[in-house]
């Protein structure tokens, strides 16, 4: 007999979605620091409790209210993008990495990857 194709898929997505959970919420625990920390705290927060609902529940990306947070979430963050990459043409110094802007450049861009991954897997439940 020949296993089930796939059947291990589900609870690596689900697994795959705490781990990012625990991710942006440790990102969002270490702003405490940073001169706009209340800012960062909410970018973060959002795609920890968006992404931990996933991983409780995969078909919750289908719901209104889930996608349309995340949707206005995944917005936010390339309209942010976007304004940090004109900035950091017109003002890096050093190395991106380096600069404070370049870190949360790269911290938008990791938010929405994973939001549009999240996203686009309510297309996948329902095929």
């Known amino acids: 007999m020949e296993p089930a194709a796939g059947c291990w ?3 690596l997505w689900r697994a795959c979605n705490g781990l990012m959970a625990a991710f942006f919420a440790l990102a969002a625990y270490v702003q405490v620091n940073d001169p706009d920390a209340e800012l960062w705290m909410v970018i973060y927060t959002i795609p920890a409790v968006l992404t931990l609902l996933v991983g409780f529940n995969p078909l919750v990306t289908g719901h209104f209210l889930w996608k349309t947070i995340s949707a206005i979430h995944i917005l936010f963050c ?3 993008a ?3 990459v004109v900035y950091l043409l017109f003002h890096i110094h050093q190395n991106i990495f380096h600069e404070e802007e370049g870190r ?3 911290g938008l861009i990791i938010i929405t990857a994973w939001m549009c991954l999240c996203y686009s ?3 996948l439940d329902t095929a």
Do not use: D, G, R
């Open 9 to 11: 898929e589900p609870a």
């Open 78 to 80: 390339i309209a942010w």
């Open 82 to 84: 976007v304004c940090l």
């Open 104 to 106: 949360e450049l790269f």
């Open 121 to 123: 897997s309510s297309n």
